[in-house]
């Protein structure tokens, strides 16, 4: 079975920046697409970031597009998400997530998830 | 961008059975599949639906999906409620450059 370990997250101030990291296994990594998603204290989920299996392809919300970039590292399964510019309204849990396949339209359908790592911009 | 909306909140009781709706805004339901993610209380999501109304394995049978192009929405159904069920459940769904969640339901089983 799937399993995605989130690290990374911690106090920033605004302004600031911070790397996501998400090591995967139980499953082969280079076949899949993958997505972050975010969630604010008692908030809903938000998407943030899908990535294609060769890393070639990316598509960000417009919310943290040209502050957000997703990457992945293939050889070592696994999945980043550098967030640069922090703003108070990016404070949330982060999940890393595992897409059902690697290609449009099922790399949009979510089967994992991973337990989340929280991500607190504040002075 | 579209939008998927959710009823704020449902209630019901054990043994019974619930329907939570997810309406699009704009573009139709049935172009792009509808996900289901359940949400306990403390936890990380896990998928209850996906593809509309196909259910992962160990979710069981009476989670159910469908959509309704009539009504431009998609709806998650738990027949048999058990205080278990009780969470958060979101809807997905998508386009080429997009994700998009439905605001989310909390489903309240008493």
């Known amino acids: 079975e799937a399993q995605l370990v989130e690290s990374g997250g911690g106090l920033v101030q605004p302004g600031g920046s911070l790397r996501l990291s998400c090591t995967a296994s139980?499953?082969?990594?280079?076949?899949?697409?993958m997505n972050w998603v975010r969630q604010a204290p008692g908030k809903g989920l938000e998407w943030v970031s899908v990535?294609?299996?060769?890393?070639?392809?990316?598509h960000h919300a417009d919310s943290v597009k040209g502050r957000f970039t997703i990457s992945r590292d293939n050889s070592k399964s696994m999945l980043y998400l550098q967030m640069n510019s922090l703003r108070a309204e990016d404070t949330a849990i982060y999940y890393c997530t595992k897409a059902i396949h690697g290609a449009y339209p099922r790399s949009r359908v979510i089967d994992y998830w991973g337990q989340g790592t929280l991500v607190t911009v504040s002075s | 961008n579209f939008m998927l909306t959710q009823p704020h909140s449902v209630s019901e009781s054990p043994g019974k059975t619930v329907t939570i709706s997810c309406t699009r805004s704009s573009g139709s339901i049935a172009n792009n599949y509808v996900q289901w993610y359940q949400q306990r209380p403390g936890s990380s999501p896990t998928t209850v639906i996906f593809e509309d109304n196909q259910r992962p394995s160990g979710v069981p049978d009476r989670f159910s999906g469908s959509v309704d192009s009539s009504s431009n929405s998609a709806s998650l159904t738990i027949s048999g409620l058990k205080t278990e069920d009780e969470a958060d459940y979101f809807c997905q769904s998508y386009d080429a450059t997009t994700v998009v969640f439905g605001g989310g339901t909390k489903l309240t089983v008493l």
């Open positions: 139980g499953f082969t990594f280079s076949n899949y697409a």
């Open positions: 990535i294609s299996v060769d890393g070639g392809n990316t």
